[in-house]
Each structure stands twice: as structure tokens, then as C-alpha cells.
């Protein structure tokens, strides 16, 4: 077997089951655009006005304002008494074919295929929580909220979408991609499979338009991790993301992703809200050769890799020393696995993760976007017990209970693989 050639056709697979991004081409000089400004005084949207620019929205929290004004004026803007930081909004196209699905469960039955939830003791942790009186925001594509397994679970009423700095309801058709990332984060077994948080309230906060190309914007991400944390969300999930950065394109894409996303995702820790992102799927070393990537390399988020059924990094995984806090399931590939806890077997599509789809169904996806719910989910498990804990107390418990990790920050795992029983067991001692 060609094995570069079969992790070529496998990685070109992923984008059915993750949001993979393709940058949409710059406007033309005539066209407008979104600035992301950061200020340093209370009059500065009053003289963005006053010289012709439209502030559209704003997160007071972070001293950031979202301006719409001509194309390639960043350095007009910039020059702004009061103005500190500039930087064009970006946009990345999602890729998502069609996916199969296994047809229509009854009874829990998908339950013993969830490997995910066997190996990081997950159904065990659920003697003790379940995420009961918590709530977890997904952004991303929307999610299905008429899915037997999520229905009882996801809070229409305080849903959102998000798009184009335009906030409306939630409702209108959603991509696969949301319904399975809540069904692992927080599905309720009422029918097909069992979510890391049960009972946790699920928050949608789509990014995407319903119709057309499906375009997700820096901007309108971080106007939702604000109301997320407005909302008083426990943790925000986002398994999006953007191909890693070379260093010099690192430099020009600085401002948006140290200055402003750090703001905007600190912001949200102050008040309460982790935010747990996956660490991407393009096979590459974040640490050396200066490529960066939007969200993990943010010091506040908790970025998290995936792992496979035998425990080890999966080959497409992204990883990095400082961009990894946990591994978490995201599934393999290999045609045959075994878990590490009961040597149970997982031939493939078994070995990708089962979760919640459209249409009251359920599929195997695979890739970080699978592994960051898993870990947003036991964020719920932890705030049920310790209510009152900061973010940095709820990261602390979930590192310090992982396992299968030489030590606590290696470049693949970071503090490690998490596991829930560990994790909510050491917050009842």
C-alpha cells in the first residue's frame, strides 16, 4: 500500500466531515470592506464617522469596532486619532460534499459504537455529571434542532446567525457539519448516540448563510464568541479554522489574529466562557518553520488535537507545542484499530466518530472538528460541579486528569488525551 498516497486521498476525504477554508479573493479598489479597529478612547467611532466610515458593530469588552469603508484603506483608518489596531476582515469558503448517513436508529442502539465516549470514559463520568444547568455555544453551521438526540437540548430562543455582522434567529436550512458537532458535544441518547454533556443547553450561533456559497467571516466569529459570553455561555465551540500561515503571510495577518481575535477571546474569559477550538487538519507542525494557525495559536483559546481509537496523534492532526492544550477523539483511518482501554477492534468508517446529522439521522465523520466538541462538552461536565470556577481553574482540571502524554505540554497532545471519569472524579474529592 502507497501510504502517502492513501493519506493524500483520505485527506481530500476530511472536507465532507470538518470545515476546511479556501480564502475568498480581496474586493476590487471601488468595492468596500470590513476593518476590525481596536481603540484607545470613547470618540474614536464619533471620527471614524465624521470621516465617512459606517461602524456597523461593536464589542465594548474589547475596545473593538467593526467599520465598512472603501477597499485598501487600512492605513486611511489607521491614521484615525485613536485608532490602535487595523486589520481587513477575512472570509474563507467552506468545502463540504454531501455525506452517507446509517439510516434511522431507535432505542440508543448507535450507543456501543461510540468509541469516543468508551475510551476517554466518558459514560462512566455521567454517574457524576452531565452537564445539567450549563450551556455550550456552537458556531458553525447551525444545528438541526428538530434531531431526536438534540431537541430536548438546543435553546432556539437564544440561537443566532451571525452573517455579515448581521445578527437574526435562528432557523433556516443548516449544513451537516453543526448538527454533528453538537450531537458530540451535548446529543442526549433519546434515540441514536450519547454527547460528552447530556443535558447541557446547546446554543447555535451559525456563521454561514443559508444560501449560496457557504462564507464564514473573521468579523462575524467574533461577534459571536462576544454574545456568547454575553449570553453567559460556559464554553464555545469552534471546530473552524483557516489553513496554516506561512511566516510571511504571518506577518501581515498579525493584527487580526495576536491583537484582535487574543482581545476579543480574553474578553470572553473575563467573563466566564471558555473557548475551545480544533487545532486543524492539514498534517502540519505548528511549532517549527514559523506557520501559524487563527485560533490555536491564540494564548486564551484551548486548542485540542485529535486522537485516534489506539490513542496515538491522528496523522492529519495539526500539532505544535503552544498551539496544543489536549488531544481529544477525532477518529483514525487506518482500516483496522484497537482501543487501548478493552482491545476492542474498529474497522473502518467504525473508527470515525458517530454523531448526529440533518434529517433525524446519524454518520461517521473525522477530523479535529470531531475532537474540539469532545472537549467542550467535558467543560460542561466541569462547570456543573464547580459552577464557580474561572476558565483558567476549568482548563487546569481537564489538563491535570488527561492521560496517555509523556508530560504536560507535549506538541502532539499537550497535557494529553482527556478523560471525563478522571476529570469530574477529582472535583467530588
Known amino acids: 500500500m502507497d501510504i502517502k498516497s492513501e493519506r493524500r486521498k483520505f485527506l481530500k476525504g476530511i472536507a465532507a466531515t470538518t470545515v476546511g477554508f479556501a480564502a475568498t479573493a480581496p474586493g476590487s479598489a471601488s468595492e468596500e470592506e470590513t476593518y476590525l479597529v481596536t481603540t484607545g478612547s470613547d470618540n474614536v467611532a464619533r471620527r471614524l464617522e465624521r470621516a465617512g466610515y459606517a461602524v456597523r458593530n461593536e464589542i465594548s469588552a474589547a475596545n473593538l469596532l467593526f467599520v465598512r469603508g472603501p477597499a485598501n484603506a487600512a492605513s486611511d483608518v489607521r491614521g484615525i486619532p485613536g485608532v490602535r489596531e487595523v486589520a481587513p ?9 454531501p455525506v452517507d448517513s446509517t439510516g434511522s436508529p431507535t432505542d440508543a442502539e448507535y450507543a456501543d459504537l ?22 455550550i455555544a456552537v458556531v458553525d453551521t447551525g444545528v438541526d434542532h428538530t434531531h431526536p438526540d438534540l ?29 454533528h458537532v453538537a450531537g458530540i458535544t451535548a446529543a442526549t441518547g433519546a434515540a441514536g448516540v450519547v454527547g460528552m454533556a447530556p443535558d447541557a443547553e446547546i446554543v447555535p450561533l451559525r456563521v454561514f448563510p443559508e444560501e449560496g456559497p457557504l462564507v464564514e467571516r473573521i468579523s462575524d466569529c467574533l461577534l459571536a464568541i462576544d454574545y456568547a459570553a454575553r449570553i453567559g455561555a460556559d ?6 479554522g483557516w ?16 491583537v484582535i481575535c487574543e482581545r476579543v477571546v480574553r474578553s470572553a474569559l473575563r467573563r466566564g466562557t471558555t473557548v475551545v477550538v480544533s487545532a486543524g487538519n492539514e498534517e502540519t507542525d505548528l511549532q517549527h518553520g514559523g506557520y501559524r494557525d487563527m485560533w490555536t495559536s491564540l494564548e486564551s483559546t484551548l486548542g485540542v488535537s485529535a486522537t485516534g481509537p489506539n490513542d496515538e496523534l491522528a496523522f492529519y492532526s495539526n500539532y505544535g507545542l503552544g498551539d496544543i492544550d489536549v488531544g481529544a477523539p477525532g477518529g483514525g483511518y487506518e482500516t483496522i484499530e484497537k482501543t487501548l482501554s478493552d482491545d476492542t477492534e474498529w474497522p473502518n468508517p467504525t473508527n470515525r466518530i458517530l454523531s448526529t446529522i440533518p434529517g433525524g439521522s446519524y454518520a461517521y465523520y473525522v477530523g479535529t472538528s470531531m475532537a474540539s466538541p469532545q472537549v467542550a ?10 459552577p464557580d470556577s ?25 497535557a494529553g488525551r482527556i478523560n471525563a471519569s478522571k476529570t469530574v472524579e477529582s472535583l467530588t474529592k
Open 151 to 179: 431537541a430536548d437540548n438546543v435553546n432556539r430562543e437564544l440561537g443566532r446567525s451571525v452573517v455579515d455582522g448581521e445578527f437574526g434567529p435562528d432557523g433556516g436550512p443548516v449544513a451537516a457539519h453543526g448538527t
Open 377 to 386: 462538552g467535558l467543560v460542561g461536565l466541569v462547570r456543573e460541579l464547580s
Open 390 to 414: 474561572t476558565p483558567q481553574q476549568v482548563e487546569g482540571a481537564i489538563k491535570r486528569n488527561a492521560e496517555a502524554s509523556a508530560g504536560r505540554s507535549e506538541p502532539e497532545l499537550g
Open 89 to 97: 476582515d477575512s472570509a474563507y469558503e467552506l468545502k463540504a460534499p
Open 235 to 240: 464554553a464555545v465551540n469552534m471546530s473552524l
Open 114 to 135: 461510540q468509541w469516543d465516549k468508551r475510551i476517554t470514559d466518558a459514560f462512566d463520568a455521567h454517574d457524576t455529571a452531565t452537564g445539567k444547568g450549563t450551556r
Open 243 to 258: 489553513d496554516p500561515r506561512p511566516p510571511r503571510e504571518n506577518q501581515t495577518s498579525r493584527g487580526v489574529r495576536r
